[in-house]
């Protein structure tokens, strides 16, 4: 929810390792996608509560993306992070 373009997110794993697998139908999108498996896919459930994606104001993205495209970045970044904290209520 929140981007035009359709991403299929896929957050597997426990709270020591969650690995990411996303795709999307735009190129854009799959550019971003890659960028959060990047950062997040291996890493544990309080390495990414603990964490600020600090490489999006980094690299200048916010500049670059559409109030539509932001949205979509920013739904799946909170995807990521649900994901970690249901993976922490498990144990």
């Known amino acids: 929810h929140g981007c035009q373009s359709r991403v299929w997110l ?3 794993g426990n709270k020591e390792e969650l690995k990411i697998r996303a795709n999307s139908d735009a190129a854009i999108v799959s550019g971003l996608i890659a ?3 990047r950062v997040y896919s291996g ?7 603990g964490s600020q ?5 980094a690299l200048g ?9 932001a949205n ?11 994901a970690a904290i249901e993976s ?3 144990g």
């Open 10 to 12: 896929i957050i597997e």
């Open 61 to 69: 993205l916010q500049q670059h993306l559409s109030a539509t495209r």
């Open 88 to 90: 922490l209520e498990k």
């Open 72 to 82: 979509g970045l920013h739904a799946m970044l909170k995807a990521i992070e649900k």
């Open 53 to 57: 994606p600090e490489f999006i104001s």
């Open 35 to 37: 960028l959060l498996i």
């Open 43 to 49: 890493a544990s459930a309080k390495q990414i509560l």
